[in-house]
């Protein structure tokens, strides 16, 4: 069993960042992808970024293109991150920290994987 916990939330206002942490109970090496989510009341749990740790694709990331310039994944032994920067009130949701150990190609779509935290709280005011 893999534990994923998220850390690093907060209220900021527009323009502001923070960063949040994910921390696993496995190296991350062991997951082939980590990936952030974020899901607004009313609305579907979407991806927000992903990064390949191992294999062919290690190191790769990928973006929505509402983050796309603004935030930034990474990852190291025991945590993955995502740096955000120029914040928008629509930024504003739970984000969760999502795993997996097989590369699909569809890292966008939260049926891909198969570990998840318990979320963090992201607030942008205007």
């Known amino acids: 069993q893999v534990i994923l916990e998220e850390s690093g939330g907060g209220s900021v206002q527009t323009g502001g960042s923070l960063r949040l942490s994910c921390e696993s109970s496995i190296l991350t090496y062991y997951l082939t992808s980590l990936a952030w989510f974020r899901q607004a009341p009313g609305k579907e749990r979407e991806g927000v970024a992903v990064i390949y740790t191992s294999g062919i694709r290690g190191g790769t990331t990928f973006y929505d293109d509402s983050v796309k310039g603004r935030f930034t994944i990474s990852r190291d032994t025991n945590f993955a991150y995502l740096q955000m920067n120029s914040l928008k009130p629509e930024d504003s949701a739970t984000y969760y920290c999502?795993?997996?150990?097989?590369?699909?190609?569809?890292?966008?779509?939260?049926?891909?994987?198969?570990?998840w935290g318990q979320g963090t709280q992201v607030t942008v005011s205007s």
């Open positions: 999502a795993g997996d150990q097989s590369l699909d190609p569809t890292w966008y779509s939260a049926g891909s994987y198969k570990y």
